[in-house]
């Protein structure tokens, strides 16, 4: 099985247990550059091989191909796996957005889709991908929980909500987790969020633990490829002066990485894993190199003076720019 992850505990109401690294799986399909179905696939293998078992994808990956190929995966592992996906992002088959879609029909309409294209009768954990404004959360998470009364769905989640939508929904049925964008380089739910779920008993799923694989060190503006949406503008910090600023608070976590004997991804990680018990995050890649990497953080020792010199090196003000070019879909 190679090295042992730690179990976590997201949710205390309504808990599900994941190892504490999971596999963000998006970029197997899409907005990374090129998709290999194969590359993705062997992946997803020597992921459950490694015990990272926790699985992340969502129906308007591709759209749609994503989750085709998890299910591919998992064919036969189906019980090894806590296999999570989101609703809510709605998109046409030739990819085209129509918007945010939280309403009641559309939930259920949603989850039966995503059954059917990951091939299993469950799910572990259904997130509403984006709050729709337009829909009272009440009204939302009501039907979701008619899908965990139905045994479609064991586990709610939000993702990228705000503090006052994550009380409303909880309030409905127990939410099990928010996955939303948390990183050295994106620290804004410690102000409000954070303390949130915590007093409520909601875990956290870290997406882009890596900020987007600049944490990485990998990230040059050299090495982003054409039709990778890093290098189009959605993401305000891989472009122009902000790429540059960026790139030099990425040197002094070089720095403090070879200090470590680890590599820069590890420890930022690693800084993330640390955050407690209750969080798990996700980071997504599409090739077991990467994957090794990442599983890797989890052997890194981190006290809290490291801990500390490693927010030092990168105060979260120093950040440039906007983590998406359009940021009204967040923190709704």
């Known amino acids: 099985m190679g090295m042992s992850l730690s179990a976590r505990t997201l949710g205390t109401t309504s808990a599900l247990t994941v190892p504490e690294l999971g596999l963000g799986c998006m970029g197997m399909s899409e907005f990374y550059g090129t998709a290999d179905e194969q590359t993705g696939i062997d992946t997803i293998h020597r992921a459950l091989d490694l015990g990272v078992t926790f699985l992340d994808t969502a129906d308007m990956y591709g759209p749609f191909t994503n989750e085709r190929l998890v299910g591919?995966?998992?064919?036969?592992?189906?019980d090894e796996v806590q296999l999570a996906t989101k609703f809510g992002n709605e998109r046409n088959p030739d990819g085209s957005w129509v918007g945010i879609n939280g309403s009641p029909d559309y939930v259920r309409r949603a989850?039966?889709?995503?059954?059917?294209?990951?091939?299993?009768?469950?799910?572990?954990l259904y997130y509403q991908h984006r709050v729709d404004r337009t829909v009272p959360i009440e009204e939302t998470v009501g039907a979701m929980k008619e899908l965990v009364e139905a045994g479609k769905v064991r586990h709610l989640g939000l993702s990228e909500a705000g503090a006052d939508t994550i009380r409303r929904a909880h309030a409905v049925h127990p939410?099990?987790?928010?996955?939303?964008?948390?990183?050295?380089f994106t620290r804004d739910l410690e102000d409000e969020i954070l303390p949130t779920i915590r007093e409520l008993g909601i875990g956290l799923v870290p997406y882009s633990p890596l900020g987007?694989?600049?944490?990485?060190?990998?990230?040059?503006r050299e090495t982003l490829q054409a039709g990778d949406s890093r290098r189009e503008g959605r993401f305000p910090r891989f472009s122009g002066d902000a790429l540059d600023a960026n790139l030099a608070l990425v040197d002094r976590i070089k720095e403090l990485a070879a200090q470590h004997g680890c590599t820069p991804g590890q420890l930022a990680l690693a800084w993330v894993l640390a955050q407690g018990d209750d969080v798990a995050p996700i980071p997504g890649t599409k090739r077991i190199p990467y994957l090794e990497e990442n599983v890797g953080a989890t052997e890194v020792e981190l006290s809290v003076e490291d801990l500390e010199a490693l927010s030092n090196a990168v105060p979260r003000d120093a950040v440039v720019g906007d983590r998406y070019a359009d940021m009204s879909t967040v923190g709704a």
């Open 72 to 78: 591919k995966a998992i064919a036969g592992r189906r």
């Open 111 to 124: 989850c039966d889709a995503s059954l059917e294209r990951l091939g299993v009768d469950h799910l572990d």
């Open 175 to 184: 939410i099990t987790a928010l996955q939303s964008e948390y990183s050295l």
């Open 212 to 220: 987007r694989g600049m944490l990485t060190g990998a990230v040059t």
